[in-house]
């Protein structure tokens, strides 16, 4: 088990490095912050020269890998890190230094255990792509197809784990100061990110997140999947289909090749909302980088590490919500908020509809280009406080896929309106699923269920079972044991615990002042 002073050492290194970008300037002004972490952040700051403007970016970058993705990550946060610093997250490149060809080649042999030649005829050593986890190369295989071939960066795992335990450990002493800090859940936030980085960090997982949205998008004209090499992939290296198309962020060489951009915009955003409202499985890492247009038009998605997932329940909420949003029926929305238990059942329903129609009325009606549903997203986010509304994980990555996608549509077509374009797809589908014979098709399947179920209801009393609301059960937490719980147990009291972890801190800056480290 890593020792607390290991965690604090790192936090400090990753302090140190965050207040020479200015980054941690946000965090000192914040009323919100906890002293103590105020206090850290201070010292961390000791004689450093920041910035006058913040580059957030530049901090996650420098600090590594794991920080990268994790930045990405609270890119959707504005309510946790502030708007300013979730806007320049947005900015933050998943692309580092590539591997050496020798060391990838090397890696590649040893997870198939016999010689490349067999496999592949050819390897491009110049990598097309270089992330903070895998690297991709053009290659051909053995039976002359070409592939994309991606690789997972030697050590990367053992990298992320220590780094990700060390997020735990900070996030589990931030949330137990309470105030602010226990509502916006900095842990379940923290074992999010640690769920999808699992999954991106086995190359079988997201092989099959790759098969299974093709499975789902099959019968969705203009967007497709590459076909997955499964001969040539395992945990470690995953080879698909490879792509010749124009990315999606060349708008200039899209035009010259006759595409049609407005047409491209709405297939996209129709396309997002029928995996994530029909499906209930939708691609979450859909930055530009990862979308392509083929010469007929189709787009094809690529990466799909990070994917998103939500149920029945909560796509009809979210269809309502959204739909809701569009039509100005701020009184459902509210409800269904209700409902779904997001909102603590002692504020008003009507209040938060006035605070909901604040937020939307503004943004009907108008081109994305004059305000979006960022912005939209902005505003929710700033009445959560207000309403007790705590942190809801599951739907953090549709949050950011949504703000990404309307990214992109954006850049193709300047005067897209988002909500007229999902609007015909939301009635739909509401229309569909939530309609009379929907209804009656759900009850029927309903009340057979129960009955099949019924003894086993009656040995098991409904009292132990209360009801849940949209938001799933939070997956477990890891066990951290808080430093002032420590030191109790060991006959000491935690504050001078702290004490001697502040002169220690101190002494640390200290150093990083005078030169004596870094």
């Given at each position: 088990m890593t020792r607390p002073v290991t965690h604090i050492w790192r936090l400090l290194k990753w302090g140190r490095t965050a207040a020479k970008h200015g980054a941690l300037r946000g965090i000192e002004r914040d009323p919100n912050t906890p002293a103590p972490v105020k206090r850290l952040a201070r010292l961390a700051r000791l004689g450093t020269f920041p910035p006058a403007t913040p580059d957030y970016a530049g901090a996650f970058r420098d600090i590594g890998p794991a920080a990268i993705k994790l930045g990405q990550s609270l890119a959707t946060r504005p309510d946790l890190v502030g708007e300013e610093a979730a806007h320049n997250l947005l900015t933050l490149q998943d692309d580092l230094p590539p591997i050496p060809f020798e060391r990838i080649e090397a890696a590649v042999a040893a997870t198939f255990e016999q010689p490349l030649d067999t496999l592949f005829s050819d390897i491009d050593p110049v990598p097309v792509g270089a992330a903070s986890i895998a690297q991709v190369h053009r290659a051909v295989t053995a039976e002359g197809s070409e592939v994309?071939?991606?690789?997972?960066?030697?050590?990367?795992?053992?990298?992320?784990?220590?780094?990700?335990q060390t997020y735990e450990w900070a996030a589990a002493h931030v949330e137990a100061m309470g105030g602010e800090a226990a509502r916006l859940r900095p842990r379940q936030t923290i074992a999010n990110f640690k769920r999808w980085t699992n999954s991106e960090l086995d190359l079988r997982r997201e092989a099959a997140s790759a098969s299974?949205?093709?499975?789902?998008?099959?019968?969705?004209?203009?967007?497709?999947?590459?076909?997955?090499?499964?001969?040539?992939?395992?945990?470690?290296?995953?080879?698909?289909?490879?792509?010749?198309?124009?990315?999606?962020?060349?708008?200039?060489?899209?035009?010259?090749?006759?595409?049609?951009?407005?047409?491209?915009?709405?297939?996209?955003?129709?396309?997002?909302?029928?995996?994530?409202?029909?499906?209930?499985?939708?691609?979450?890492?859909?930055?530009?980088?990862?979308?392509?247009?083929?010469?007929?038009?189709?787009?094809?998605?690529?990466?799909?590490?990070?994917?998103?997932?939500?149920?029945?329940?909560?796509?009809?909420?979210?269809?309502?919500?959204?739909?809701?949003?569009?039509?100005?029926?701020?009184?459902?929305?509210?409800?269904?908020?209700?409902?779904?238990?997001?909102?603590?059942?002692?504020?008003?329903?009507?209040?938060?509809?006035?605070?909901?129609?604040?937020?939307?009325?503004?943004?009907?009606?108008?081109?994305?280009?004059?305000?979006?549903?960022?912005?939209?997203?902005?505003?929710?986010?700033?009445?959560?406080?207000?309403?007790?509304?705590?942190?809801?994980?599951?739907?953090?990555?549709?949050?950011?896929?949504?703000?990404?996608?309307?990214?992109?549509?954006?850049?193709?077509?300047?005067?897209?309106?988002?909500?007229?374009?999902?609007?015909?797809?939301?009635?739909?589908?509401?229309?569909?699923?939530?309609?009379?014979?929907?209804?009656?098709?759900?009850?029927?399947?309903?009340?057979?269920?129960?009955?099949?179920?019924?003894?086993?209801?009656?040995?098991r009393i409904e009292e132990t079972y209360p009801p849940k609301g949209g938001a799933?059960?939070?997956?477990?937490?890891?066990?951290?044991?808080l430093v002032w719980e420590r030191r109790q147990r060991e006959g000491r009291g935690w504050l001078g615990y702290v004490l001697s972890a502040a002169l220690g801190a101190a002494t640390i800056a200290g150093a990083f002042a005078l030169g004596w480290i870094g």
């Amino acid at each position: 088990m890593t020792r607390p002073v290991t965690h604090i050492w790192r936090l400090l290194k990753w302090g140190r490095t965050a207040a020479k970008h200015g980054a941690l300037r946000g965090i000192e002004r914040d009323p919100n912050t906890p002293a103590p972490v105020k206090r850290l952040a201070r010292l961390a700051r000791l004689g450093t020269f920041p910035p006058a403007t913040p580059d957030y970016a530049g901090a996650f970058r420098d600090i590594g890998p794991a920080a990268i993705k994790l930045g990405q990550s609270l890119a959707t946060r504005p309510d946790l890190v502030g708007e300013e610093a979730a806007h320049n997250l947005l900015t933050l490149q998943d692309d580092l230094p590539p591997i050496p060809f020798e060391r990838i080649e090397a890696a590649v042999a040893a997870t198939f255990e016999q010689p490349l030649d067999t496999l592949f005829s050819d390897i491009d050593p110049v990598p097309v792509g270089a992330a903070s986890i895998a690297q991709v190369h053009r290659a051909v295989t053995a039976e002359g197809s070409e592939v994309a071939l991606k690789v997972l960066r030697p050590g990367i795992r053992e990298q992320f784990a220590r780094d990700i335990q060390t997020y735990e450990w900070a996030a589990a002493h931030v949330e137990a100061m309470g105030g602010e800090a226990a509502r916006l859940r900095p842990r379940q936030t923290i074992a999010n990110f640690k769920r999808w980085t699992n999954s991106e960090l086995d190359l079988r997982r997201e092989a099959a997140s790759a098969s299974e949205l093709a499975d789902a998008m099959s019968g969705f004209h203009g967007y497709r999947i590459p076909a997955i090499d499964w001969d040539r992939t395992n945990g470690r290296v995953m080879t698909v289909e490879w792509i010749d198309g124009i990315k999606i962020s060349k708008r200039d060489e899209l035009i010259a090749a006759g595409h049609d951009l407005e047409e491209v915009a709405e297939r996209l955003v129709l396309a997002f909302l029928h995996q994530a409202i029909s499906g209930g499985f939708f691609h979450a890492d859909m930055h530009q980088g990862n979308l392509f247009v083929e010469p007929d038009g189709t787009i094809v998605a690529i990466d799909f590490g990070i994917m998103g997932r939500i149920d029945r329940r909560a796509r009809q909420w979210l269809a309502e919500i959204l739909y809701g949003l569009t039509t100005g029926n701020y009184q459902r929305v509210a409800e269904i908020h209700f409902e779904a238990q997001y909102v603590p059942s002692y504020h008003s329903v009507g209040e938060f509809a006035t605070a909901l129609r604040a937020v939307g009325e503004p943004m009907r009606g108008k081109p994305v280009s004059e305000l979006s549903v960022g912005q939209m997203l902005d505003g929710l986010f700033a009445i959560t406080r207000d309403f007790d509304m705590a942190t809801q994980p599951h739907l953090l990555l549709l949050q950011k896929t949504m703000v990404m996608v309307e990214g992109i549509a954006t850049q193709l077509n300047p005067q897209i309106n988002m909500w007229d374009v999902s609007a015909p797809y939301v009635r739909s589908w509401i229309r569909d699923e939530l309609g009379p014979e929907a209804a009656l098709a759900d009850s029927l399947k309903e009340n057979v269920s129960t009955l099949l179920r019924l003894p086993d209801l009656v040995r098991r009393i409904e009292e132990t079972y209360p009801p849940k609301g949209g938001a799933p059960e939070p997956q477990p937490l890891p066990d951290i044991e808080l430093v002032w719980e420590r030191r109790q147990r060991e006959g000491r009291g935690w504050l001078g615990y702290v004490l001697s972890a502040a002169l220690g801190a101190a002494t640390i800056a200290g150093a990083f002042a005078l030169g004596w480290i870094g």
